[in-house]
């Protein structure tokens, strides 16, 4: 009998997988069911930007570098990564200098910090002359006057020095001196000058002790005038004395006045001018009755004055001005007005005096 080849088993084919939408080949079908299953390809990844990417750099020859591995991010886009000259991700990144800070003017323009437009810049220039010009004015006018500024005297002080020839003498003793509440009980007073004694020096002024007392500060010139009162029942004598001392001079003579009371000393008292043919003829050194002494100390001057009766009466003990007005002064001296008269006389005409001084410094150059 024939004999008849084997029937062969069947194939069995494998299901083919049913393709999926992210696929983009289309998958070969097997052929045998020997031959192996195709592998699944890899997922494709996205590389990044070319622009982005640094421009690669040549590894030498002997180098190795291994590739990324799939999934790991990559160094150029890691803000982590190191950024060493020459290393494996590339250059290091080019320095940036910071921009210089931008502002706004007053209108809302944009300007750069620290610049000054033309204005500012004109104002700063006119406030530097302007400031210039005071301080050169100042150190002109302190050298015109004659004050360093070293000294700390007042500026009047060099000024009134010269007041007893460059100042009229009815300024400096008035033909009339009104005394409004000079008088006791604040009654009102008006002398009348009598005598005018001719400008001196100091030798036969002041009593010995008196002419001591003074004697450290210098005698430049010394005047006198003499006034009556109104009933020309009493005569006063006023002098200015101008010293030839500096401000620290006549400041320490004024302060041994006030500590030693030396305007108190009956035997520091002022001589008075009696002047022939007045009501002061007989004023002498017996009729003093009352004085007032006043060292300056913002003018090189010494104010006084001595008053008595017009009659020639002598006065045994004289008393201090201060002291004839206080209340309850029973001296003759005092009850008659004496102290006032000699206290304000003399205020008067150191106020006058004062003023002088102030005119003189103040007129313009």
Known sequence: MPRHPAPRPAVRHRDTLAETPSETTTRLRPIAASAPAPAEPAPRTVAPPRSAMPPPRPAPDDAWTPAPRSGSPDPTLSWSGPMTPGGAFGPRRPAVSPGRPEGYDEQARPRLLGQRNRSQIVAAAVC?????????????????????????????????????????????????????????????????????????????????????????????????????????????????????????????????????????????????????????????????????????????????????????????????????????????????????????LADRVERGLRKNVGTTTEQPS
């Open 128 to 344: 530097l002359v302007l400031g210039a010009g005071l301080i050169g004015g100042a150190v002109t006018g302190s050298w015109l006057a004659g004050d360093s500024g070293e000294t700390g005297a007042p500026s009047g002080f060099t000024a009134a020095k010269s007041l007893w020839h460059s100042v009229p003498v009815d300024q400096l003793f008035p033909p009339t001196v009104q005394g409004k509440g000079a008088g006791p009980g604040d009654a009102d007073r008006l002398w009348t000058r009598i005598a005018v004694a001719p400008d001196s020096g100091c030798e036969d002024a002041f009593d010995p002790l008196l002419r001591k007392l003074f004697a450290p500060l210098g005698c430049e010139r010394l005047l006198r005038a003499t006034y009556t009162d109104a009933t020309q029942s009493h005569v006063t004598t006023v002098g200015l004395l101008f010293t030839e001392a500096d401000a620290a001079g006549t400041a320490a003579l004024a302060d041994r006045v006030a500590k030693e009371r030396l305007d108190r000393r009956t035997d520091l008292v002022p001589l008075p001018y009696p002047a022939k043919g007045t009501a002061a003829a007989d004023f002498g050194a017996g009729q003093r009755a009352s004085w007032a002494i006043s060292v300056l100390t913002d003018a090189p001057v010494v104010v006084y004055a001595v008053s008595g009766w017009a009659d020639g009466r002598a006065v045994e003990t004289p008393q201090p001005a201060q002291d004839a007005m206080e209340s309850g002064a029973t001296s003759a001296p005092a009850q008659a007005g004496l102290g006032h008269e000699a206290r304000g």
